[in-house]
């Protein structure tokens, strides 16, 4: 039996989830051992036609272009995981979706005319079926792995969904809530990052998006109790998953 | 309770000398000592490292440290971790397994970390705490193996309470500050005019061995008043109390009751309530293989009734709401842990009162389900 085949596709984003699993230093060699890299930019111009047995695609939807280019990857991909804030919510760039893309592209570009993007950015899984979601902002490298070596054994990847908060508790760290007022989105924000930033006394940004379970309403009290404003949750809720949180907002 | 022998004094180098000779009989000393803001629970390698000097304030959703002139080392409450942390760990190798190219597969049980531990300052609320985790997994058929291991290798220096906080209401679910017997050693610290000092009480041989390794002196007649006079005062100045009804009947009539609305409009739905409960524990277990498929682990973790894969079957949570996950963590804990295992699940530490990002207040629900089902009954 020949090796599986993997690919890497990008659609609008930074590469930063991509470069995730370039940084997989130690993992890397077995991992090409277990699958036939066959298409990834980001590490070889090498490219093979597919189709693929696993997908890994980065980046949100936000041109004509990729709307149909994904449909073509979905087609060629027997499995399709999407990575990362924009891929699974939209991402940063998802901010167009609350206001006037036209009005931005005037103000940025010298040459409007050239620029030709939808009026929204939206997630992969808006445009095709997708098989699995692996959100952050980048993704965690142990959750990356976990994800393709479950693909690869036909198994269910182990990446919960519940808080941010259970992963302080498991690993020690002080409620930087309870402890210190500090405003955090950790009570509502999918778990996958170790708990990084309250680790450093640091409130959690919310980089992975919400969790299986968010009740807003009863954080948006705390954050104005721990001394932000009615603009600065609203910039706090907007940011790497905007349209997540929004949707949230909104529900 | 009879004593094995009569009880002592040590003073602050007493102290010092305690944790020392635990140290030179290999034991791992874990205790109270200040980290980011709190006092947290961690490896001790010096008994200067205990957080004299420190104490905390406390309320719902609300902790913070605050110093202390009396430089007392254990005159605080409801810290971020429990002992739990270290008998129960976050996760645990449970077995691994692995395939050789011939397609043979072998299984192998983990060996339980299991280093020989002494626990310094082990609150009374949290002494009762552990006799009830004891129950739960090392009382039935099954034992938790890795957790029997560290129990059983564990020396508990009690610690007793001599200052609660505003969120503790231990004395409403049948305890109080005074350390129940399960300890090798219990303290009561002492400071006054007459010095800084611990009431030693002997609860096993090994604890007896123990103190002959450290300077000490008798008890006098004083101290061990002052001592006793110094717990049964922290008896009548617990911040909250559970309602003194029978709860299990309570909570057991009351899944139905329009609170759980209410709270469910409150609650994150977290699960910190769960992690940080000293009796709370609950666990999953999942496998993880390696890229090669030829290596395989299962791992036991924390898991939370809070958690929506926790009730997860056939596609789908049978708890989805928050309305029932909370009512299921607080009737098993307050109710059904009697049906399971003969007592409460709760020994009003307070940590989940504390700890709730939200304060949601545990023995201000039970007094509105209470007022709920008397409203009912007058109808």
Redesign the interface.
């Known amino acids: 039996m020949s090796a599986p085949k993997l690919a890497v596709f990008k659609l609008a984003s930074c590469d930063g989830c991509q470069l995730t699993l370039l940084n997989c230093e130690d ?1 890397l060699l ?2 090409a ?2 699958v036939e890299i066959s298409h990834f930019l980001e590490a070889s111009s090498a490219v093979l036609p597919g189709p693929y047995d696993l997908t890994l695609v980065e980046g949100s939807v936000t041109t004509a272009e990729d709307a149909e280019r994904v449909r073509a990857i979905r087609a060629a991909s027997r499995h399709l995981v999407t990575i990362g804030a924009c891929a699974t919510a939209g991402g940063i760039q998802a901010l167009r979706n609350l206001a006037d893309v036209d009005e931005y592209r005037r103000t940025v570009y010298a040459h409007p005319e050239y620029i030709s993007a939808l009026a929204t950015s939206t997630p992969v899984s808006d445009h095709v079926d997708v098989d699995f979601e692996l959100r952050g902002c980048p993704v965690d490298r142990r959750q990356f ?2 994800v ?3 693909f ?2 036909g ?1 269910k990847p ?1 990446v ?4 941010v ?2 992963e302080c ?7 930087v ?4 007022g500090t405003p ?1 989105l ?3 924000t999918h778990a996958g990052c170790g708990a990084l930033c309250p680790a450093y ?1 640091r409130g959690c940004f919310g980089c992975f998006g919400p969790s ?2 968010v ?1 807003l ?3 948006i ?2 954050l104005r109790r721990d001394g932000l404003d009615e603009d600065a949750v609203e910039r706090f809720l907007h940011t790497f998953n905007t349209a997540a949180f929004d949707k949230e907002l909104r529900s | 309770m009879t004593a094995i022998a009569p009880s002592a004094v040590i003073d602050t180098d007493g102290l010092d000398a305690l944790v020392t000779v635990l140290l030179a009989r290999g034991r791992t000393v874990v205790g109270p000592t200040v980290r980011d803001g709190a006092i947290v629970l961690a490896e001790l390698s010096s008994a200067s490292q205990l957080p004299y000097g420190w104490g905390v304030e406390l309320d719902a959703g609300r902790y913070r440290l605050v110093p202390r002139e009396d430089g007392a080392a254990f005159a605080h409450s409801a810290g971020p971790q429990s002992w739990k942390s270290w008998l129960h760990p976050a996760r645990e190798r449970l077995w691994s397994a692995d395939r050789t190219p011939e397609g043979e597969v072998s299984f192998t049980a983990a060996e339980p970390e299991a280093p020989s531990y002494a626990f310094l300052g082990v609150r009374p609320c949290d002494l009762r705490a552990i006799a009830i985790q004891d129950g739960v997994l090392t009382g039935g058929r099954y034992e938790d193996t890795g957790y029997g291991a560290r129990r059983r290798g564990a020396l508990l220096i009690a610690a007793e309470c001599t200052e609660p906080g505003a969120t503790c209401f231990c004395v409403s679910t049948g305890g109080g500050p005074a350390a129940d017997p399960g300890y090798d050693l219990a303290l009561t610290e002492i400071v006054d005019d007459d010095g800084h000092r611990f009431l030693v009480r002997i609860g096993s041989e090994e604890g007896a061995r123990l103190l002959d390794d450290v300077p000490h002196r008798r008890a006098d007649m004083v101290t061990e008043a002052t001592a006793r006079g110094a717990v049964d005062a922290a008896r009548d100045r617990m911040g909250r109390a559970l309602p003194a009804v029978d709860l299990r009947a309570l909570l057991g009539a009351s899944p139905e009751a329009d609170r759980w609305d209410d709270l469910a409009s409150r609650c994150l739905t977290c699960g910190n309530c769960t992690l940080v409960c000293p009796t709370c524990f609950c666990t999953t277990t999942e496998e993880v293989t390696d890229l090669t498929g030829d290596h395989t682990e299962r791992w036991q973790r924390w898991d939370s009734c809070f958690d929506l894969d926790f009730s997860f079957l056939h596609e789908g949570p049978v708890r989805s709401s928050g309305r029932s996950r909370y009512r299921q963590w607080l009737t098993h804990k307050l109710s059904t842990w009697h049906d399971q295992f003969g007592s409460s699940g709760c020994v009003g530490c307070g940590r989940c009162i504390a700890w709730c990002p939200v304060g949601i207040d545990i023995t201000e629900e039970v007094a509105a389900l209470r007022a709920e089902q008397e409203t009912e009954t007058e109808r």
């Not at chain 1, 508790?169 to 409620?175: D, E, L, N, P």
């Not at chain 1, 809530?177 to 210190?180: C, E, G, L, Y």
Request: with cysteine.
């Open positions: 993992e077995a991992l051992g277990a792995l976990e393709i070596t479950a690869l054994a198994r182990d919960p969904n519940h808080s908060c259970f508790k498991r690993r020690g760290t002080v409620c809530t309870v402890a210190h955090c950790g009570p509502v006394r299986g379970s009740n309403p009863a954080l009290p705390l």
